[in-house]
């Protein structure tokens, strides 16, 4: 039986549980791909071990604007967040851990660069 202090901790989640990092670049097609297309050139050529995602111009998946991914390793999560703080140019970044968890991974492990916009968390079916 655990006594109350115990049971008050929240359990510790292993960081090697993170298989890789997602950058999600939010843009308008009308007004700002301009941008994103500068900022994944600018990316392509200063982190060649980045995978870069495919153009969605249409909403997909949790996303509630038009978005390009950028995945990368947990090896240059050091060197490349710093980077994409200050070079996004005003553009939106939602940053979150691949875990396997996509729920938890896109709300209680992301982190939101300029504005936080409402995913719709609900494509990831009903939670427990």
């Given at each position: 039986?655990?006594?109350?202090?115990?049971?008050?901790?929240?359990?510790?989640?292993?960081?090697?549980?993170?298989?890789d990092y997602?950058?999600?670049?939010?843009?308008?097609?009308?007004?700002?791909?301009?941008?994103?297309?500068?900022?994944?050139?600018?990316?392509?050529?200063?982190?060649?071990?980045?995978?870069?995602?495919r153009w969605?111009?249409?909403?997909?998946?949790?996303?509630?604007?038009?978005?390009?991914?950028?995945?990368?390793?947990?090896?240059?999560?050091?060197?490349?967040?710093?980077?994409?703080?200050?070079?996004?140019?005003?553009?939106?970044?939602?940053?979150?851990?691949?875990?396997?968890?996509?729920?938890?991974?896109?709300?209680?492990?992301?982190?939101?660069?300029?504005?936080?916009?409402?995913?719709?968390?609900?494509?990831?079916?009903?939670?427990?």
């Amino acid at each position: 039986m655990q006594d109350k202090a115990s049971a008050a901790k929240p359990s510790s989640r292993d960081p090697s549980a993170i298989k890789d990092y997602h950058a999600h670049i939010y843009y308008d097609p009308a007004k700002t791909r301009g941008k994103a297309e500068r900022l994944r050139e600018r990316v392509a050529a200063a982190f060649p071990q980045a995978k870069l995602g495919r153009w969605h111009d249409e909403l997909v998946g949790p996303h509630p604007q038009s978005m390009f991914q950028i995945a990368f390793p947990v090896a240059m999560l050091a060197s490349f967040v710093p980077w994409l703080m200050l070079n996004r140019d005003g553009l939106t970044v939602l940053l979150h851990p691949e875990t396997g968890d996509d729920y938890t991974d896109h709300s209680a492990h992301a982190a939101w660069f300029g504005a936080v916009l409402p995913l719709r968390l609900d494509v990831f079916g009903k939670r427990k």
